[in-house]
Structures are given as structure tokens and as C-alpha cells.
């Protein structure tokens, strides 16, 4: 591809969803380091920062007034109000990476998902699976980090959010197995390291020769 052809090219928008314990983080690391002009979308919220976090790499940090501004000028592709705090993927943050030819990754839950899908219908869904439900409940017990509460009720939106990528507009499901490291992950019969699945897609889809 010439380099002209190639600073023409729009890049793509990549939606990862799947519960939490999945293996998304770690799909999103090696994807990084393997695909140069790859981009993780940061969130706008109207949640107050945390200690160390910045402006811009973490969040965008907006006040509600703001926040509500955008909603009513359409400038999120998806948003939504979690625990008194407004969230949202900001569109012209994420149509200036494609437009430069950048493939943009973005990681939302199912309903963002479907939100950016009708806003964007462009946007390429993948839905990132444990092995079994059985295997994700043992990975968010090894982490010793979250309570029997809040463990069932991931198990809960696991189950939902796999039922509703089924008989979604998902086309692509990822299955990880860490019997092997780094990760593997299962898809349409092949098998093979996650990032390089990726990385395989993102070439197929920019159509490069």
C-alpha cells in the first residue's frame, strides 16, 4: 500500500465487551504493543478525579452542566449514569483518531456497546469470553480483591451481558484459555496468541495488501 493510499485510509473502531475476569486488559496490552497506531478511547465523566489520576489520560474530566451540553448536541457516542456520575465515549475525540487512520479501541459494557453500534454502524463488535462461567468465578475469586456481594453480582451481569451478545449485533467472540501464557484465544475454530488474532483482524479490515 502506498503511503499516500495509506494517509487517505479512515481508520477503525474496535468495541471490546465481556465481563469482568475476561482477559479484555490483557488483549488490549499486547494489541498495543504490536499495533503502533492503535488508540484506547478515554472516557468522559463528571466524577471527581482520584489521587493521581490526569485530565485526558485517564478520564476527561467534564462538570455536569458540560456533560449535558454534549448530550444534547450529540457529541457522545454512547453515555450513561453509573452510581450518580455521568459517563461517555466522546465522538469527535474518537472520529479524529479514525480520520487520521488510527484504529481506535474502545472498551464499554454490552449497552454502550449497542449505543455505539447505532450510532456508528461502522464499528466492529467483539465480545471477549472466558472459557466457562465456572472458570470466570474462579479468576474473580483468585484475585482476593472483591467481596462475595460484588462477585455475584459480576456472575449475574456475565451471564446477562453473554445472553444478550449472543443474539446481539456481536460478530466476533473471543474465547481465552490461560492454560498457556501469554493468553490464547479461540475463534472460529482457530487457535492461536490473542494480540495476533487481533492484529490479524485489524489488517483484514483496513484491507491492506
Same mark, same amino acid.
Given at each position: 500500500?502506498?503511503?499516500?493510499?495509506?494517509?487517505?485510509?479512515?481508520?477503525?473502531?474496535?468495541?471490546?465487551?465481556?465481563?469482568?475476569?475476561? !482477559?479484555?486488559?490483557?488483549?488490549?496490552?499486547?494489541?498495543? $504493543?504490536?499495533?503502533?497506531?492503535?488508540?484506547?478511547?478515554? *472516557?468522559?465523566?463528571?466524577?471527581? /478525579?482520584? /489521587?493521581?489520576?490526569?485530565? !485526558?489520560?485517564?478520564?476527561?474530566?467534564?462538570? =455536569?452542566p458540560r456533560f449535558d451540553?454534549?448530550?444534547?448536541?450529540?457529541?457522545?457516542? +454512547?453515555?450513561?449514569?453509573?452510581?450518580?456520575?455521568?459517563?461517555?465515549?466522546?465522538?469527535?475525540?474518537? =472520529?479524529?483518531?479514525?480520520?487520521?487512520?488510527?484504529?481506535?479501541?474502545?472498551?464499554?459494557?454490552? $449497552?454502550?456497546?449497542?449505543?455505539?453500534?447505532?450510532?456508528?454502524?461502522?464499528?466492529?463488535?467483539?465480545? @471477549?469470553? /472466558?472459557? *466457562?462461567?465456572?472458570?470466570?468465578?474462579?479468576?474473580?475469586?483468585?484475585? !482476593?480483591?472483591?467481596?462475595?456481594?460484588?462477585?455475584?453480582?459480576?456472575?449475574?451481569?456475565?451471564?446477562?451481558? $453473554? @445472553? $444478550?451478545?449472543?443474539?446481539?449485533?456481536?460478530?466476533?467472540? @473471543?474465547?481465552?484459555?490461560? !492454560?498457556?501464557? /501469554?493468553?490464547?484465544?479461540?475463534?472460529?475454530?482457530?487457535?492461536?496468541?490473542?494480540? +495476533?488474532?487481533?492484529?490479524?483482524?485489524?489488517?483484514?479490515?483496513?484491507?491492506? +495488501?
Amino acid at each position: 500500500m502506498s503511503a499516500l493510499a495509506n494517509n487517505m485510509r479512515k481508520g477503525n473502531l474496535f468495541v471490546l465487551s465481556g465481563p469482568s475476569g475476561a !482477559g479484555k486488559g490483557t488483549l488490549v496490552k499486547r494489541v498495543l $504493543q504490536r499495533i503502533p497506531d492503535a488508540w484506547v478511547s478515554v *472516557s468522559a465523566t463528571t466524577r471527581k /478525579p482520584r /489521587p493521581g489520576e490526569v485530565d !485526558g489520560k485517564d478520564y476527561y474530566f467534564l462538570d =455536569q452542566p458540560r456533560f449535558d451540553e454534549l448530550v444534547s448536541q450529540n457529541g457522545f457516542l +454512547e453515555w450513561a449514569c453509573v452510581h450518580g456520575n455521568s459517563y461517555g465515549t466522546l465522538r469527535s475525540r474518537v =472520529q479524529d483518531h479514525m480520520n487520521a487512520g488510527g484504529q481506535v479501541i474502545l472498551e464499554i459494557d454490552v $449497552q454502550g456497546a449497542f449505543q455505539v453500534k447505532k450510532a456508528m454502524p461502522e464499528a466492529h463488535l467483539i465480545f @471477549i469470553e /472466558p472459557p *466457562s462461567l465456572e472458570e470466570l468465578e474462579r479468576r474473580l475469586r483468585g484475585r !482476593g480483591t472483591e467481596t462475595e456481594e460484588v462477585i455475584c453480582k459480576r456472575m449475574k451481569t456475565a451471564e446477562v451481558e $453473554q @445472553i $444478550q451478545a449472543l443474539y446481539g449485533a456481536y460478530k466476533n467472540r @473471543i474465547r481465552f484459555f490461560d !492454560g498457556d501464557k /501469554p493468553y490464547f484465544a479461540v475463534t472460529l475454530e482457530k487457535k492461536q496468541k490473542a494480540a +495476533e488474532l487481533m492484529a490479524e483482524t485489524v489488517r483484514l479490515m483496513r484491507n491492506e +495488501e
